[in-house]
């Protein structure tokens, strides 16, 4: 698929123009296949439009849009200070964009297809980050690799609105910190707060990372002790909220004790009772990333010399999961940032020339494969309830899907 040739970038577009209103999926299977070519990356972000248009707003994103319809016809000082809009999040990103789109009166169709939009948008910025290696010839395992730093955080995580979106920020900006070595992007990293204030969690973790990428008994004795905690049942989020200066920043709910045996009491049916292959995807994908460093490090023992401090960062993000284990949101958000920076940094080493061999050998291809067919078709049965119709995937702006309206506590 990456030999594909089209004869210019004009012809290109207006081809894919005419398919993406008759095929909106169709176009969007070219446009990855020919996923090198830029022009492509802007329909990529068009069918994120059209997904987020066709399905609306669900989960935490319902939240946001019922707050943006409160924006309608108001000043921005008076959206901005509203308690409603203030509760589901002090950072400015959620409110900008609600903002701007309130001076459109935009349905929620449309809110919903900006919101995955600008997710589309950032994840594409992030990938670009690394396009000195897939503009070039890779072997499958480096395209398998590709393919799973897109989908290790499930495309429909821009329900979320804040945190995703901030992820992608920090890791637009860590990557282009790690690739060139220039430490302006390093202290760029705390944007990505602008988005959510959970992010202050990974620039803390980066800044220790980049301090003790030389120190690596240091960091492993951080990432050991951080087990300790995770099997004790560490109360991290009563820690967290004892904290005078996190509260400022806290929900109210967030500091009382009801709330906290409710995170207790989801924590423990998550992760005792819910999906098992779904809850231990990400721990598989994390043991195998460890297995073929260490194969790569038993050949080269120089092996994590060039990229240390995004090694030393995996392991303490690492760390800072199995701390906050007690609580199912956090544990699952870092461990899931963790792969996704273990997966980019695997895909870093793999087109260093001294690891081409590494590609080549089935225990790393299978493996990879079983991984990214996992990641895909665990989040297609994880939202089947939302995307199980049809024309979400044959149809085009013509034909819309009826709207589901799913709360986090259920259907509304």
Known sequence: MQYLKVSSNGSYFLFMTLLYVVSPLLCFIIALLLYRRTVSHFFYVAYAFFFGYQLGANYDLMMHYQNYL???????????????????????????????????????????????????????????????????????????????????????????????????????????????????????????????????????????????????????????????????????????????FVKSFYKVNYQKDFYHKAIEKVTKEKLLEGNFVYNNRIPLMLFFFFIVVFALWVKNKNVNRRYSQMFAMILLMMAFANIGYSDYVFYERFLKFAALIAYSYMFLLFAEPANKWICKHLFVTVPLLVIGVLSLVIALVQQRLIISDLSLWLGNFFSDVSLSEIHNNGYK
């Not at 400015?92 to 449309?110: D, G, I, T, W």
């Not at 637009?172 to 302006?184: D, E, N, P, R």
């Open 70 to 244: 409160t924006f309608w016809d108001r000043s921005f000082v008076e959206s901005y200070t509203d308690f409603e809009t203030l509760y589901l999040g002090q950072e400015p990103f959620h409110f900008v964009f609600k903002y701007l789109l309130s001076r459109f009166n935009a349905s929620q169709r449309v809110f919903s297809g900006c919101a995955c939009a600008i997710y589309a948008i950032i994840v594409t910025f992030y990938l670009r980050q690394y396009q000195h290696i897939y503009r070039g010839r890779m072997d499958f395992s480096q395209l398998l690799l590709l393919f799973i730093m897109a989908v290790v955080i499930e495309y429909y995580w821009y329900f979320g609105l804040r945190f995703w979106n901030g992820a992608f920020i920090f890791m637009i900006l860590y990557s282009k910190h790690v690739i060139t070595g220039k430490k302006i992007y390093i202290f760029l990293t705390p944007l990505c707060i602008l988005f959510h204030v959970a992010m202050a969690t990974v620039v803390v973790v980066a800044f220790a990372s980049h301090l003790l990428k030389n120190q690596r008994l240091v960091t492993y004795l951080l990432f050991a002790t951080s087990f300790v905690f995770k099997f004790i049942s560490f109360k991290f989020d009563k820690m967290m909220a004892s904290f005078g």
